[in-house]
């Protein structure tokens, strides 16, 4: 049997992981719910990785995805979108629609949302809140 040695960073990245996949298919429920196709998830940049993009009829819609566990003293999950993570998510939305071309569906209008959600200890949803046109 093979040993395998783990650090805490590793069994915290691990754990950071699991809850945002938790949390984006959460949020992909949610859109599909809303009528939205979902078009890509995770897809890496060299920025880093744009968490969804949906679209209906109208919107191609890029999406942030904030999961966190439990309320901390009334500070949401959307908190941690402020001005660098929205020009991120900005220059990673840029990379996706150069890559993607001039192929495929493309609604009339891009927007960029957010979604925060909130589990409870044992991965339970207690919260989704969805900002369309967030920033």
């Not at 995805?65 to 660098?84: D, S, Y």
Request: glycine share 10%.
């Amino acid at each position: 049997m093979r040993r395998v040695d783990l650090t805490w960073r590793d069994v915290r990245s691990d754990h950071r992981q699991r809850l945002g996949a938790l949390g984006e298919t959460l949020a992909c429920r949610h859109l599909e719910a809303h009528g939205y196709s979902v078009i890509a998830r995770n897809f890496r940049t060299r920025h880093g990785e744009l968490d969804l993009v949906a679209a209906d009829s109208r919107y191609l819609v890029i999406c942030e995805v904030k999961t966190r566990v439990g309320r901390r003293a009334g500070i949401g999950p959307l908190a941690a979108v402020g001005q660098a993570k929205r020009s991120q998510v900005r220059r990673m939305a840029r990379q996706w629609l150069a890559e993607r071309g001039p192929g495929g569906p493309r609604p009339a209008e891009l927007r960029f949302d957010a979604i925060g959600i909130i589990l409870d200890g044992r991965g339970r949803l207690i919260e989704l809140d969805h900002v369309e046109a967030a920033f």
